[in-house]
């Protein structure tokens, strides 16, 4: 399987002290060895940094925990391989463009029949993964549902928690999708959140001996969300989502949220 | 203006060496410092490096410098900005998906009234560069040109060689943009460029004291051409592009060509 790390932020935030606990995931603390990305927001534009390298031995992984990008909206993935080869192709988070905005995309679980139930016509994928694939047929979705209209957030986001439901049935789909704005989480099986505001206190990592003190480093009106597959932190309180459950974050926020049944 | 600096070679092959003389362009020895970028190939997949701030001070182009990429196509720009404000999304080069494939382009020039002359329907920019709106325009009218059909590598890129010449008309387009695969670079005014291949002999840069042996660093099949805007070595014969010229270039070697009225 993979691991999910993203965050939505009120102001410009960095996330060096949650990768630099996810990194150790990557071949050190974890098996999650078959390469990693991590997409970062700066307005309407963003950059990726990936590596078909396990994170824990990667140079540009090292150059993300010490060089503090400052962003709105980030998602990252570790990869541990089960459906398609290792290489740069099949490396998340995965990039699209829709209505003048980028759409960033990664995804933890696996899904059977995916070419037969999740026909693509617009959006072809480049690597081999069900993931692609499966994004892929969210963008078309997207494309057919709404055409040119550009729908408001909740409207969007809940017909995508209405497709995440239609891709889970095919397996294990643990989402994170953001068009850089808006930052949506779909839980299969796993999936943790934690939105840190003031009073801000102490953390300490469970795979690194690292503490931060979120106080020196924030201001009072910060508001911060990070989502991750497993609780990054072992002094805070972290948000377990139950299966079939989603969230929808902006700014920092939750704005939305739905269950199996409820949605689209 | 900005300056463009790509490649494509027969063999996974690193640019440090043209990259370490680029990036003293962006505020060292050339006034090029509103952000620059790099995207390197490795097979369909690909990886950019990107940063709004100028690249002689830029601590991600630094490991760009010091982590040797092997790459098959390499497309990188370094920007001085005339149009648009000096920010990520509108920071080259640009990337789109087509046919399975992603698109990487790059844009030296300014074009006039290019949001009359250039009317965009389904590629819609997400910054608010010229450079930008005219690749979104090149990405619809090869889709409405080949629809889901996809074109053999010199029909394809004879059509983007009479898309280049229209938007010359505009201003000022010295162009590259690649699939991956082939390289395709279009002279307005000013482009260079260079194959190496055996016997190698060495090379000084213009740019910083540094020189490599290429006979050290390649083998005696290596192919590899290097397009700059100007030339980035001072002891080598670059081949000067004229005014309406193009080059495709695919695995380092020059595949085609034509020129101004010649094309399309």
Redesign the interface.
Known sequence: MCELLAMSANVPTDICFSFSGLMQRGGNTGPHKDGWGITFY???????????LPSAES??AR?VTE?PIKSEAVVCHIRQANSGAV?????HPF????????WTYAHNGQLKDFQKELPIKF?????TTDSEHAFCWIMDQLHLQFGSHIPNDIELFSFVAHLSEKINKLGVFNLIITNGECLFAYCSNNLHWITRRAPFGKASLIDAEMEVDFHQETTANDVVTVIATKPLTDDETWQKMSAGQWQLFRLGEAIAKGAEGLAG
């Open positions: 700066e307005g309407k534009g963003c950059r990726s940094f990936k590596d078909p140079a540009i150059l060089y290489c740069l192709e099949n490396t990039i699209r463009q829709m209505w003048g905005r980028n959006h072809l994928p480049i690597g």
